[in-house]
């Protein structure tokens, strides 16, 4: 009986190989030519690429163009390197960013610039406190979030310096915000005071009063947008949420 089976046993082995050379030699040309054809991929090449002056530059990237600041110069660069313009401001450029059409500059953190894509000064605005955060929206609305030992607060201003909304938050800290037709703005706010992470969708008129809010606990909101139909869009980590502009 041993016998047997050990002979059953070999001859399931040897039926195994056989069939496994076989298989090898009617499918090498197949894997030899996936072979050539992986070994044929070619990396991307890059085309066009800015390298800023400085490594202690301040650097803005967008659609075809590369603002850098350095100490108190600031240029823009098309994609093939050319300086566009330039410009001095007075004190040290700590920050650039991007808003709307426009660049918003930040000045030695006490001060906000907003420039034109073409170069042009629009205004200048000397913040009384200095801000602890700044936020821009691809809708032209700037937010600037100042703390203090009582109450964090905000402003909201559009690009033409006029200031839309202001608000007080407590000791919580933006994350994200976003604006509709410069009346709403909701702001996605984050509190760990209490030793855990609540997250709070507010939604605020000019007038700077809560027209409603939500909850959540221990999950973070980084994205807020409204979309053309004045929806507003809400992306955390896990989930997309979707709220009417009334809430």
């Known amino acids: 009986m041993s016998t047997r089976r050990t002979i059953s046993i070999s001859l399931f082995v040897l039926i195994i190989a056989v069939l496994a050379i076989t298989a090898l030699i009617i499918f090498k ?3 030899f030519e996936s072979k050539l054809i992986l070994g044929d991929i070619k990396k991307l090449e890059i085309e066009k690429e800015l390298v800023p002056i400085s490594n202690n530059s301040v650097i803005y990237n967008g659609p075809d163009i590369m603002v850098e600041g350095e100490n108190s110069n600031i240029r823009a660069k098309n994609m093939d390197g050319t300086i566009l ?8 450029i700590s920050n650039i960013l991007g808003c709307g059409k426009d660049i918003i500059v930040i000045i030695n953190n006490s001060e906000m610039a907003v420039v034109s894509k073409t170069g042009e000064l629009l205004w200048l605005y000397e913040l009384v ?3 602890s955060d700044i936020y821009s929206s691809d809708k032209g609305l700037i937010l600037i979030q100042y703390k203090d030992e009582k109450s964090n607060y905000f402003d909201i201003f559009d690009l033409k310096g006029i200031k839309l909304c202001n608000g007080y938050i407590s000791k919580a800290q933006v994350v994200s ?19 855990k992470i609540v997250t709070k969708l507010a939604t605020y008129n000019n007038k ?10 221990d999950i973070l909101i980084p994205v807020l947008k409204y979309n053309e139909r004045g929806e507003l ?3 955390s980590d896990n ?8 809430g």
């Open 29 to 31: 040309d197949y894997i």
């Open 85 to 92: 313009w330039s410009m001095k401001l007075d004190g040290t």
């Open 129 to 131: 406190v200095p801000a």
């Open 177 to 195: 915000f976003d604006g509709i037709d410069n009346k709403y703005f909701t702001l996605s706010l984050m509190d760990i005071s209490n030793n």
């Open 208 to 217: 700077g009063e809560i027209i409603w809010a939500q909850d959540f606990e």
């Open 233 to 235: 869009v809400a992306i």
């Open 239 to 246: 989930s997309i949420m979707k709220y009417r502009s009334d």
